[in-house]
């Protein structure tokens, strides 16, 4: 019985959290929401698979570039101090 006692404080404490988010109406909130949200969803332009490839693309672009300056921006700043120390 004393095993059983955690689960069932557990239980009881989820009912009553449970009760009292549904007297306060925010399962009525969140279904709001949710069905909200859905709406603008349907709203959106999405995409095609060529324009999403394209975006794609330019991002692995942008990132391989900014990925090379930030490579020779360490080489030459670390020259610089070594030059600078040495």
């Known amino acids: 019985m004393k095993d059983l006692l955690p ?6 404490v989820a009912f009553v959290v449970f ?9 009525l909130k969140l279904s709001a929401y949710i069905d909200e949200t859905k709406e603008e969803l349907r709203k ?3 995409p095609t698979w060529t324009e999403l490839w394209d975006s794609t693309k330019l991002v692995m672009v942008a990132i391989a570039l900014l990925g090379a300056f930030t490579v020779v921006a360490d080489v030459v700043f670390a020259f610089l101090v070594k030059a600078i120390v040495a």
């Open 7 to 12: 689960i069932l404080i557990g239980l009881v």
């Open 19 to 27: 009760v009292l988010l549904w007297r306060k109406g925010a399962f």
């Open 44 to 46: 959106c332009t999405w």
